[in-house]
């Protein structure tokens, strides 16, 4: 009809494996978004990402990001680039509806 107008969402049709960090993770400054990720020396970069969608409460990242890089997720207001850090690991669970699902 005319006057008339409809939001349709539609995603993406095919899986396929992807990195997931914590939506609270990332950043956003005048470039875009990022995340705060640390050297093999323990000192914390700001590295400049591509997301994607929430799965949950997780965003996918889709460039910008290795699956071997640590992301800091806790303390991120304390977390200055270019600060040597002592890092706590931390493991996440495998995907996201096992991450869920033990809430």
């Given at each position: 009809?005319?006057?008339?107008?409809?939001?349709?969402?539609?995603?993406?049709?095919?899986?396929?494996?992807?990195?997931?960090?914590?939506?609270?993770?990332l950043?956003?400054?005048?470039?875009?978004?990022?995340?705060?990720?640390?050297?093999?020396?323990?000192?914390?970069?700001?590295?400049?990402?591509?997301?994607?969608?929430?799965?949950?409460?997780?965003?996918?990242?889709?460039?910008?990001?290795?699956?071997?890089?640590?992301?800091?997720?806790?303390?991120?207001?304390?977390?200055?680039?270019?600060?040597?850090?002592?890092p706590?690991?931390?493991?996440?669970?495998?995907?996201?509806?096992?991450?869920?699902?033990?809430?």
């Amino acid at each position: 009809m005319p006057g008339n107008f409809v939001r349709v969402r539609i995603g993406a049709a095919d899986e396929h494996d992807s990195l997931l960090v914590p939506d609270d993770a990332l950043g956003t400054d005048q470039g875009g978004r990022y995340l705060l990720v640390l050297d093999k020396n323990n000192t914390v970069e700001q590295r400049k990402v591509t997301i994607g969608p929430r799965v949950g409460d997780l965003r996918v990242i889709e460039s910008g990001l290795k699956p071997d890089d640590r992301v800091v997720v806790a303390g991120i207001l304390r977390a200055v680039p270019g600060q040597k850090v002592d890092p706590q690991l931390q493991t996440a669970a495998a995907t996201p509806g096992s991450a869920a699902g033990g809430k």
